[in-house]
């Protein structure tokens, strides 16, 4: 298994250097140590840690809390805060960035290795986008991928409208204009100020969140991106404005878009309605995966848009094969139906694989019905229940730090215990009976069930065993 490359921002050259031994005794690579925030946000783009460990007071204009949102918003890679400072307003400014973990000096070796190990096992779930939590945009994005006789437009409070000069244009919306429609709004809701306000966007912007990566043949001295892609970001920005949404009373471009001097590069926006809905909400948002925007959006069709529907959803959905496949406009194959039940179970087992959702399982089914005459209709009404993956709203909080660290202590969950044993190849028998808890017990656990005080421990043990 290959190493984990962790990147440390400490200011203290001893303290820095005796970190740099720790890590390096448990196994882990050390690829650079930075003394201020400047420095740190450099090498984690040269560096591409797995990993930071960043303390909060360091030197330079930028402490470590602001350090860490921007390496987390240019590269997204998780932050581990070690440092010997706990009050309370630096937990508040620190709980806000999200880090995968705190761990307070001094410290013991075990202790931090068990940190970063949890940390690391949560990567597959990293990183985690932003994006309005509301039932009217996600409606929106299903509403974008819909067929034009779909009933799903009559759900939407803001229709969608379509000058009839753009028709030929209109018709291409897929689900890369959607994807296109959540960076510009998830880049917005980050940076915006007030309703009205417009962000800077290029082209190579929406191709980095997509994962895309720059090509040796790309435009530039050192290569790049192709402009063949720039272009096909450009052509979706372009229909996104040409959209109309509203009513008899009002009525506006989906997107306000303003080119620049540069070549794909614009100044950018939602439409006044939906950035006054995103602000009437305090911003409020739901955690989205950035793995979303990276599916295929022709390949990973069913991927794309279950996952994207999911992550409006409580924390638990019950649901069935038919009810989700109506509400986000997918195929059933009547010739070849085993392929449609077959292509919607693949959706799932890789959601689940990349952390999107916890677990997902029919509720009493009847497999012995598959392949007799009519089972297509029996095995659409299958109650489905799925457990999300940290799918939560964030925004104003009240309660205090203290009580969210002790609240998240008392629930803590261990789903990434799944990434470990897929990881070490082992399955989830062995583990269970290596941390001495039933298979049945195991399973509970790494959907993200409660666990007891007693059943935390021993999975402790069991974790830095591993390390």
């Not at 190990?117 to 974008?144: C, D, M, V």
């Not at 089914?365 to 109650?383: A, H, M, Q, V, Y």
Request: proline share 4%; glycine share 4%.
């Amino acid at each position: 298994m290959t190493k984990a490359n962790i990147l440390i921002v400490e200011d203290e050259s001893i303290v820095a250097e005796d970190i740099r031994f720790s890590l390096e005794s448990l196994g882990y690579e050390v690829c650079e140590i930075c003394a201020s925030g400047e420095e740190a946000i450099k090498a984690a783009g040269k560096y591409q840690p797995d990993l930071v460990l960043m303390d909060i007071k360091i030197r330079g204009s930028l402490d470590g809390i602001e350090t860490s949102k921007r390496i987390w918003d240019q590269y997204s890679i998780p932050i581990i805060y070690l440092t010997a400072h706990s009050d309370q307003a630096t937990l508040e400014r620190a709980k806000w960035t999200r880090p995968f973990g705190y761990v307070l000096k001094p410290f013991e070796e075990r202790e931090l290795g068990v940190t970063v190990e949890i940390a690391l096992s949560k990567r597959p779930l990293a990183p985690k986008l932003e994006l309005p939590a509301l039932e009217s945009y996600s409606e929106l994005q299903q509403l974008l991928t819909a067929d034009a006789e779909s009933e799903s437009a009559n759900k939407l409070s803001i229709q969608l409208t379509q000058p009839q000069n753009t028709a030929s244009q209109t018709a291409e919306q897929d689900d890369l204009m959607v994807d296109i429609l959540d960076i510009v709004t998830l880049i917005w809701v980050q940076q915006s100020e007030r309703p009205d306000s417009l962000i800077s966007l290029t082209a190579d912007d929406c191709l980095a969140y997509r994962g895309l990566k720059q090509q040796k043949s790309g435009s530039g001295a050192r290569g790049g991106y192709e402009d063949r892609w720039r272009r096909e970001i450009a052509n979706r920005l372009e229909q996104l404005a040409l959209i109309q949404i509203g009513d008899q009373t009002r009525s506006e471009s989906l997107i306000r878009l303003s080119p620049t001097d540069s070549a794909y590069s614009w100044q950018l926006g939602p439409a006044l309605m939906l950035a006054e809905s995103f602000y009437a909400q305090n911003k409020r948002t739901v955690l989205f995966s950035k793995r979303l925007l990276e599916y295929d959006p022709y390949r990973q069709k069913w991927e794309k848009r279950l996952g994207r529907w999911l992550s409006f959803q409580a924390a638990t959905l019950k649901s069935s094969p038919a009810d989700l496949i109506e509400t986000l406009n997918l195929p059933i194959d009547h010739k070849n139906p085993l392929r449609t039940k077959e292509r919607f179970e693949l959706a799932l087992d890789t959601l689940q694989r990349d952390g999107i959702i916890s677990s997902w399982q029919y509720l009493n089914p009847e497999p012995s019905i598959i392949g007799k005459r009519g089972w297509l209709n029996l095995w659409l009404s299958w109650p489905l229940n799925i457990a999300l993956s940290q799918t939560q709203t964030t925004g104003q909080s009240s309660d205090t730090p203290s009580r969210a660290i002790a609240s998240s202590e008392r629930h803590r969950s261990f789903g990434f215990i799944k990434h470990i044993r897929a990881e070490r190849e082992l399955s989830q028998a062995e583990v269970a009976a290596a941390i001495g808890v039933t298979q049945a017990q195991l399973s509970r656990i790494e959907a993200g069930g409660r666990v007891q005080p007693a059943t935390v421990a021993k999975i402790k043990t069991w974790i830095l065993e591993q390390l």
